[in-house]
T-cell receptor, first 115, second 114 residues
Framework: NAGVTQTPKFQVLKTGQSMTLQCAQD?????MYWYRQDPGMGLRLIYY???????DKGEVPNGYNVSRLNKREFSLRLESAAPSQTSVYFC??????????????FGDGTRLSIL | AQSVAQPEDQVNVAEGNPLTVKCTYS??????LFWYVQYPNRGLQFLLK??????LVKGSYGFEAEFNKSQTSFHLKKPSALVSDSALYFC????????????FGKGTTLSVSS
């Protein structure tokens, strides 16, 4: 099973450029999440989508937008990249229909560098 | 505000010895706690969770965690460490503000020497 697939795996951008990080899950999960991981800071929530058609801000949403395209796909967009957005980005999904505390399944991340 | 603290950046243990990775939490309601492991250049993998019930929770790869409400702790343990257990470990608590998202600690690097 593929699980959660993120593309691209690596990307280098120049300041001011835009890009979209793609995420797709094949587990029919309702909830999806975007986190960023920075050294010594753990993972921080950027945006989440509790179900298809809904999105909400997390702890660090500034500079990002998201789209829940359908149940499978949840994309993260950087409109004007800044060096502070250099990070590793993780997408995750979980099935909350079986209760609110199901474990999240993570993709392998997108390593983004902004020069 | 909810938070998770992992007081040790790194834990070193010899293979075959018991290991403990510490986690303390702060929540205003019932704590729903999780441990995840991350290997280099990979995403996080779920190890175990505490929702309710027995204070000792068993999980994947021989790991277990002990929930202690009075000390607000959820320490990860394993009786006998393997070199292959070397990885980055994250403790997390379910957020009450952001749906079912998680609030993560900063992570603890476990290094098991042979």
């Amino acid at each position: 099973n593929a699980g959660v697939t993120q593309t691209p795996k690596f990307q280098v951008l120049k300041t001011g450029q835009s890009m979209t990080l793609q995420c797709a899950q094949d587990m029919n999960h309702n909830s999806m999440y975007w986190y960023r991981q920075d050294p010594g800071m753990g993972l921080r929530l950027i945006y989440y989508s509790a179900s298809e058609g809904t999105t909400d801000k997390g702890e660090v949403p500034n500079g990002y937008n998201v789209s829940r395209l359908n149940k499978r796909e949840f994309s993260l967009r950087l409109e004007s990249a800044a060096p502070s957005q250099t990070s590793v980005y993780f997408c995750a999904s979980s099935e909350q229909g079986q209760g609110p505390n199901q474990p999240q399944h993570f993709g392998d991340g997108t390593r983004l560098s902004i020069l | 505000a909810q938070s998770v603290a992992q007081p040790e950046d790194q834990v070193n243990v010899a293979e075959g010895n018991p290991l403990t990775v510490k986690c303390t939490y702060s929540v205003s309601g019932n704590p729903y706690l999780f441990w995840y492991v991350q290997y280099p250049n990979r995403g996080l993998q779920f190890l175990l969770k505490y929702i309710t019930g027995d204070n000792l929770v068993k999980g994947s790869y021989g790991f277990e965690a002990e929930f202690n409400k009075s000390q607000t702790s959820f320490h990860l343990k394993k009786p006998s460490a393997l070199v292959s257990d070397s990885a980055l470990y994250f403790c997390a608590v379910r957020s009450y503000q952001a749906g079912t998202a998680l609030i993560f600690g900063k992570g603890t690097t476990l290094s098991v020497s042979s």
